[in-house]
């Protein structure tokens, strides 16, 4: 069973920055695709951004040239660099795992991540 627990969230300003951490269990993850998503309050859940075990990256046009994902594959952790927050950020961020970006199978319980004007 795979565990993902995140951390890192909390309340910035706009303009400020973040760093989302994303810590899994089990030596599988290594070989396993990671992504983060979020959902805002009355939205449904978006992707922002993803990490192939190849270390390819993808990331949605509303994060890109802000956030930066990133992971070491030593500590079983994905990270999300945020920077330049705006409010429109504020969300519940959820990391992802599975074995391949088009199956994450494995989900964390997200953090909440506000960003005030």
């Known amino acids: 069973q795979v565990q993902l627990v995140e951390s890192g969230g909390g309340l910035a300003q706009a303009g400020g920055s973040l760093r989302l951490s994303c810590a899994a269990s089990?030596?599988?993850?290594?070989?396993?695709?990671m992504g983060w998503f979020r959902q805002a309050p009355g939205k449904e859940r978006e992707f922002v951004a993803a990490i192939a075990n190849s270390g390819l990256i993808y990331g949605a046009d509303s994060v890109k040239g802000r956030f930066t994902i990133s992971r070491d594959n030593s500590k079983n952790t994905v990270y999300l660099q945020m920077n330049s927050l705006r409010v429109e950020d504020t969300a519940v961020y959820y990391c992802?795992?599975?074995?391949?970006?088009?199956?994450?199978?494995?989900w964390g319980q997200g953090t909440q991540v506000t960003v005030s004007s």
């Open positions: 992802a795992a599975g074995p391949a970006l088009r199956k994450l199978d494995y």
């Open positions: 089990g030596s599988a993850m290594r070989t396993f695709a």
